[in-house]
């Protein structure tokens, strides 16, 4: 297979025009890209239609219980080997604009020439329709809690930040030495936000690029953990399921990253579960849904 300098990682479940959307504008970059792509189990025929469209694309079998954080491990796993100058992540209903590659890519080689070669850049998306922010990088909030995040709206400069959302992320090839892969002790959400703590903690560092470099909508919050319209027990339920708080995932993610008094803050999503979740900005992280970046919606 013929190295590219830049290796797409990409998960995908059962939206097989949304992928092909993606793609689609993916290929439009002026900047040459090889793709890995994990199809996690789709019944709707979306590796077939990406085989007949896209023939150079790899595609990586899963076997429906991935999730984001699996599908995009293994897909970033093959991709490793062949030693990338960058991995971008990105999401599959995520649509970039012409000039998105290029312009992360000269961000970071600007950032590289100030001194800052070990740094992730974060792209930037807005709704199609309403123009408004929807995902990108985040800021640690000031408030009480250590693990809560801010979304940090993208001006016209570069600007430092302290986590992301991986919707389209630019990491090269030295922080991924560094870091490693997504840690599948995450299942759907929190994945991206542990890899940009642990890439700090290790010296590395997060910046968000001006302007935006492409659409996507926001996922609703609509029949999740933090659906107030649901009652306490189907509430309860859903915060424990892959897409909310797992018992598990969460405990590592607090653990880890939370401090030594982590173990108040684990509390929080479940108390928020059980009195209501009136207010996203309160978010014990930036996740501001459920299907934060997750493929499977």
């Known amino acids: 297979?013929?190295?590219?300098?830049?290796?797409?990682?990409?998960?995908?479940?059962?939206?097989?025009?949304?992928?092909?959307?993606?793609?689609?504008?993916?290929?439009?970059?002026?900047?040459?890209?090889?793709?890995?792509?994990?199809?996690?189990?789709s019944s709707d025929g979306t590796t077939e239609a990406v085989k007949a469209e896209y023939p150079k694309v790899q595609i990586l079998q899963g076997n429906g219980n991935l999730f984001w954080v699996g599908g995009m491990h293994l897909a970033f796993s093959e991709a490793i080997k062949y030693q990338y100058d960058y991995y971008l992540w990105?999401?599959?209903?995520?649509?970039?604009?012409?000039?998105?590659?290029?312009?992360?890519?000269?961000?970071?080689?600007?950032?590289?020439?100030?001194?800052?070669?070990?740094?992730?850049?974060?792209?930037?998306t807005k709704d199609s329709i309403t123009g408004k922010a929807t995902y990108g990088g985040a800021v640690k909030s000031k408030k009480w809690y250590s693990n809560k995040f801010e979304f940090l709206e993208p001006s016209s400069?570069?600007?430092?930040?302290?986590?992301?959302?991986?919707?389209?992320?630019?990491?090269?090839?030295?922080?991924?030495?560094?870091?490693g892969n997504i840690d599948t002790a995450f299942v759907h959400s929190l994945g991206d936000l542990d890899y940009a703590?642990?890439?700090?903690?290790?010296?590395?560092?997060?910046?968000?690029?001006?302007?935006?470099?492409?659409?996507?909508?926001k996922n609703s919050i609509r029949n999740s953990w933090a659906d107030t319209n649901l009652n306490l027990l189907e509430r309860l339920k859903k915060v424990l399921q892959i897409?909310?708080?797992?018992?598990?995932?969460?405990?590592?993610?607090?653990?880890?990253?939370?401090?030594?008094?982590?173990?108040?803050?684990?509390?929080?999503?479940?108390?928020?579960?059980?009195?209501?979740?009136?207010?996203?900005?309160?978010?014990?992280?930036?996740?501001?849904?459920?299907?934060q970046t997750g493929s499977e919606v």
Not at 7 to 32: D, E, G, P
Not at 95 to 115: D, R, T, Y
Request: aromatic fraction near 12%; hydrophobic fraction near 40%; charge should be positive.
């Open 243 to 291: 897409k909310g708080f797992p018992l598990k995932s969460w405990t590592i993610f607090c653990s880890r990253h939370s401090g030594p008094f982590w173990i108040f803050y684990w509390f929080l999503p479940y108390i928020r579960a059980i009195i209501g979740y009136k207010d996203l900005a309160t978010s014990p992280t930036f996740s501001e849904d459920i299907n």
């Open 1 to 41: 297979m013929k190295k590219a300098n830049i290796a797409v990682i990409m998960t995908c479940y059962n939206r097989r025009n949304t992928t092909l959307a993606c793609l689609n504008a993916l290929y439009q970059q002026k900047k040459y890209c090889d793709v890995y792509l994990t199809d996690d189990g």
């Open 197 to 217: 703590l642990r890439a700090r903690k290790l010296g590395c560092k997060i910046w968000i690029a001006p302007g935006y470099i492409g659409t996507c909508t």
């Open 157 to 179: 400069d570069i600007q430092e930040c302290d986590a992301m959302y991986g919707n389209c992320v630019l990491i090269p090839k030295s922080v991924a030495a560094k870091v």
């Open 90 to 124: 990105l999401n599959d209903d995520t649509f970039l604009e012409a000039n998105a590659v290029s312009k992360l890519l000269q961000v970071h080689q600007n950032l590289a020439e100030l001194g800052y070669p070990d740094s992730i850049v974060v792209g930037s």
